[in-house]
C-alpha cells in the first residue's frame, strides 16, 4: 500500500479519510503525528486559495506529496460568515456566541464546505464537498462539536452530532472519492 501524507494531526479526520480513499485506491493517508508544522492560513474568502496556500506551504516544508484540507461553516443569513474564518470565530465568541448570531435571522440555511487539496510540488489539484442545513438555536446531539450541534440536515432530521459516524463520513464523501478517483488515475 502506497503512503500519502495528508497535512492534520487529527485522527477522527485522517481516520474517516481512509475509510473513504481506501475504497477507491490502495493508498493510506497518513498525518503528521509528532510533526507538528505552524502553518500560517493566508487571509482571503476564497476556501479554495486557503486550501492551495495550506498545502503549498506544508509541501515547502516537508518536500513530499500531500493533501491539505480547509473546512468552512457559511451561514446565508450572514452573508456567507463565517466561512473560510470559521476555526477564529469558534475559537473567539464559541458556538454559543455563534448561535445568539443566528437566533435573530429570518435564513438560517447554511453549508458546511470541504476543499482537499493535492500537490506533489508541481500539480497542484482541489476537491470539494459541500453539506447543506439550517442552522438551529438549540445544541443537539454528542457525536460532534461546536456547530455539528446545531447544524440540522434537513433530510435526516438531525444535526451532525446526532449522526453515526458512518452517517458523517456518507454526508462528506464526495470530495475525498473525487481525490481518489482522480489520483488512482494520476498516480
Known amino acids: 500500500m502506497k503512503e500519502l501524507t495528508y497535512a492534520t494531526t ?3 479526520k485522517l ?6 480513499v481506501q475504497k477507491y485506491t490502495d493508498i493510506m493517508l497518513v498525518g503528521l503525528s509528532g510533526e507538528i508544522i505552524d502553518i500560517p492560513e493566508i487571509q482571503t ?3 479554495e486559495e486557503v486550501a492551495i496556500e495550506k498545502a503549498r506551504r506544508y509541501y515547502d516544508v516537508i518536500k513530499r506529496p500531500l493533501i491539505a484540507m ?3 461553516l457559511f451561514i446565508e443569513g450572514l452573508k456567507g460568515f463565517p466561512g473560510v474564518y470559521t476555526k477564529y470565530v469558534l475559537e473567539t465568541i464559541g458556538i454559543d456566541g455563534l448561535i ?3 437566533e435573530p435571522l ?3 440555511a447554511a453549508y458546511t464546505m470541504r476543499t482537499i487539496a493535492y500537490t506533489d510540488g508541481t ?3 482541489t476537491f470539494s464537498s459541500r453539506v447543506d442545513g439550517i442552522m438551529q438555536t438549540q445544541k443537539r446531539g454528542t457525536n460532534g462539536r461546536d456547530h455539528d450541534l446545531v447544524l440540522l440536515i434537513p433530510e435526516k432530521g438531525k ?3 446526532e449522526l453515526t459516524n458512518d452517517e458523517k463520513a456518507d454526508l462528506t464523501s464526495s470530495a475525498w472519492k473525487a481525490f481518489a478517483e482522480w489520483i488512482r488515475k494520476h498516480q
Open 10 to 12: 487529527n485522527q477522527y
Open 106 to 108: 429570518e435564513n438560517r
Open 70 to 72: 480547509d473546512y468552512g
Open 45 to 47: 474568502d476564497s476556501q
Open 123 to 125: 500539480t497542484v489539484k
Open 100 to 102: 445568539r448570531l443566528v
Open 159 to 161: 444535526t451532525i452530532a
Open 15 to 20: 481516520s474517516t479519510a481512509n475509510a473513504i
